[in-house]
């Protein structure tokens, strides 16, 4: 059984930061890519960031410079590091396993709140 399970969202003033975690468990984890979305209330899902098995990343232009996405293999997690966060950063967020065969599963976590307010 495939489970993502994200964690460290929260509530953070403007300017804050925060660590968001994905723990997979039932995939080959180093041969996934794996990405965060978010959606904001109204709005389509978007992905904020990738890091594929090679450790090549990819950022949305809104969140380059300020979010960090990282993985350890070892411990099958996912990572991405907000910093500078806005009030448009606020949403659920997202973890995302993509298989490197397009015919084959991807798989989503239940997702995580992440709101930054004064």
């Known amino acids: 059984q495939v489970q993502l399970v994200e964690s460290g969202g929260g509530l953070v003033q403007p300017g804050g930061s925060l660590r968001l975690s994905c723990a997979a468990s039932?995939?080959?984890?180093?041969?996934?890519?794996m990405g965060w979305y978010r959606q904001a209330p109204g709005k389509q899902r978007e992905l904020v960031a990738v890091?594929?098995?090679?450790?090549?990343?990819n950022y949305a232009d809104s969140v380059k410079g300020r979010f960090t996405i990282s993985r350890d293999n070892a411990k099958n997690t996912v990572y991405l590091q907000m910093n500078s966060l806005k009030p448009e950063d606020t949403a659920v967020y997202y973890c995302n396993a993509d298989h490197p065969d397009p015919y084959a599963s991807d798989y989503w976590g239940q997702g995580t709140q992440v709101t930054v307010s004064s």
């Open positions: 890091i594929r098995s090679s450790g090549m990343t």
């Open positions: 039932g995939i080959i984890f180093n041969i996934y890519a």
